[in-house]
Nanobody, 127 residues
Framework: QVQLVESGGGSVQPGGSLRLSCVVY????????MGWFRQTPGKEREGVAA????????YYADAVKGRFTISRDNAKNTLYLQMDSLEPEDTAMYYC????????????????????WGQGTQVTVSS
């Protein structure tokens, strides 16, 4: 069983930075892909960043490219999302996700690609 626990959310002014963390408990060696998603009320959950654990390849949604950085510390079993130059449009609940399958019929930015999810951490960008 794999459990994901996010932290690091909060309130920040536009242009500010936050770093989200996601600690992974359980069979971490079996995870193939990990990602960060966000969701606002009334909207579908959208993928913002993903990492393939084997090769370390990273991927970003166009909306966050150049501002967000996904990384993983294997020694700490922790996934990070460094968010810089935050904008009000980045306000959302952010979720960490992971999956053991090497491939599926879904892209890395689609929710069904992932079987394990954290509880979410709120990010609010406002002046």
């Amino acid at each position: 069983q794999v459990q994901l626990v996010e932290s690091g959310g909060g309130s920040v002014q536009p242009g500010g930075s936050l770093r989200l963390s996601c600690v992974v408990y359980g069979y971490t060696h079996s995870l193939e892909v990990m990602g960060w998603f966000r969701q606002t009320p009334g909207k579908e959950r959208e993928g913002v960043a993903a990492i393939v654990t084997g090769g370390g390849s990273v991927y970003y949604a166009d909306a966050v490219k150049g501002r967000f950085t996904i990384s993983r510390d294997n020694a700490k079993n922790t996934l990070y999302l460094q968010m810089d130059s935050l904008e009000p449009e980045d306000t959302a609940m952010y979720y960490c996700a992971a999956d053991w399958r090497p491939r599926s019929g879904y892209s890395l930015f689609q929710s069904p690609r992932y079987v394990y999810w954290g509880q979410g951490t709120q990010v609010t960008v406002s002046s």
